[in-house]
């Protein structure tokens, strides 16, 4: 009754299942492997046999050399050598091909968890922290990638050599075999109860390094507001806390590896005392010989040693089972629907202009929060069309439904390119019909022209000119040390903010798009420049539509019309009265 009852309290909990669904799943994707996989478990099962046949070879050189039987010694020591030497050479080249594989898996791994994070829906995806994704995507898939080549195998050269030396010591010996095999109830019993802690401390120790990977992301990416705030000594009494953690975790485990290993080597120590004193009572009675019990105690310990990391795989599958289960989280969220790329592509090859509108617009976040309800607007082919509000109220959330990250309730944003007759609802596929450039004007590590062409790969110098000429930006990228070949640091480290927004903006205009997405882009721009700028926007593509968030009431001189956000409204107001807002906010 105990029994069952415990094996009914596991199937409550679901970890067995749990385990066993993430262990299909790296099975599933070690059938890329197949070839490889067989091929380092053929050398294996050599390798195992090999060994073998070398400890019967020494049994009758040792009888031979003690006069016990007849034979050639030489030719069975050259037999024993040659054994040995092929063993080594298979095992470096068994080294080898695990080497290759594993790298291989890794690399394959870490492009497909990429290409999921890159292709999955950006809202359920902001939950992950990115120094949380950093830590599945490395430290989770070389877990995997050294178990897909390493967990296979061992289970099937293993099991091989188990019931190999089992049953040649049991040939020899059949009292012996089964002595030798007196520990195996034991550790069966101890590793079921092993399992849970094992992967109670692997995702806990997950967790932690996913933890610590947060921190130093955020830490390292925010350097100079730390030091801005003085907020260095709070920074590293965080990291203390956060080592404490690890550590407190770290030998919990590491007093329970303890116990439970000193436990099973007093297990062993007592069976091969026992296998010993054995083999020492067989050789006393006559009953085999020296070379025999030699064989007895290499066999028994083979044995022994072969249960042992049959066993020892139950921890190292428990452990990439929870390495799984983090990827398979990423894995299995939604991803984005690409529809009408034909359509798509129609537009951006016609160089038409496109309209975009919403008539009932809704949108709720996942946890509830109400952005908009029954909101309409309208931003003609060629207009440029202003949207303000407070803070908070759903101005980047808007532009974020234009570009299909996040999805409406209700009535979809709808894009029109009348010259073509096409009417498509935004989605991920509609994007390549904008040209964004957000509040935080991101640059990447790299040079200028890196940067630029993000938007149009195949941009020449002559295009790249034009755009920073029309962003405002070709004067101080001219006087850059190496003009649009300069490299800019993390963020554009090395530019005022004014300078990142006008590089930003040359992308978005190096991109073609017909709709150009601007949020909050000319913030740290003067009154002239960012006039003459925004200008030079609508003047290099006719036919553009341009929607613009600001708070800045300066923007409003060039927009035809504008859009307050307030209160999950959207309301169309007159520029007079826009400005009078925008002042009063």
Partial sequence: MPMIKRLIEKIKDKTAFQIIEELKWIGAYSRRYIWAIC?????????????????????????????????????????????????????GLSSRISAKVQLRVSQDLRADIFSRIMQAEWEPLSEYHSGDLLTRSARDTDTIAGNVIGWIPSLVVNFLKFTGTFLVLFWFDSTLALLALASAPITLFLSSFLIKRIRKHSKEMRNIASETSVFHTEAFRNIRFIKAYHAIDTYSDKLKDLQEKQKEATLEYNKFSIFTSTFLSFVGMVVGGVCFLWSAYRLWGNHITFGEMMLFLQLSGSLAGAFGALVSLIPNAVTAATAAGRIMEITQLPTEKQTHQT???????????????????????????????????????????????????????????????????????SLCCDNLNIEL??????????AYVPQDNTLFSGTVAENLRLTNPNATEEMMEEALKNACAYEFVSALPNGVHTRVGENGSRLSKGQIQRLALARAILSDAPILLLDEATSALDVRTERKLLENIMECRKGRTCIITTHKSSVLAICQKAYLIKDRNITFIEKEQAEQIMKNM
């Fill in 343 to 413: 359509e798509v592509q129609s537009i951006l090859q016609s160089g038409c202009g496109v309209r975009v509108q919403a008539e009932n617009m809704s949108f709720s976040y996942k946890d509830g929060k109400e952005v908009f309800k029954n909101c309409a607007f309208r931003a003609d082919t060629g207009e440029c069309v202003a949207f303000i509000g407070p803070s908070g109220g759903g101005k980047t959330t808007l532009l974020r439904l234009m570009l299909g990250l996040l999805s409406s309730d209700k009535e979809n944003i």
């Fill in 39 to 91: 091929w380092y478990i053929f050398l294996g099962i050599v390798t195992t046999l090999i060994g073998l046949a070398a400890g019967i070879v020494s049994k009758d050189i040792i009888d031979i050399v003690t006069g016990q039987r007849t034979g050639h010694v030489v030719q069975a020591a050259i037999i024993y050598v040659v054994m040995n030497v092929t063993t080594i050479v298979l095992g």
């Fill in 425 to 434: 609802d935004v989605s991920p596929s509609t994007r390549s019909l904008f």
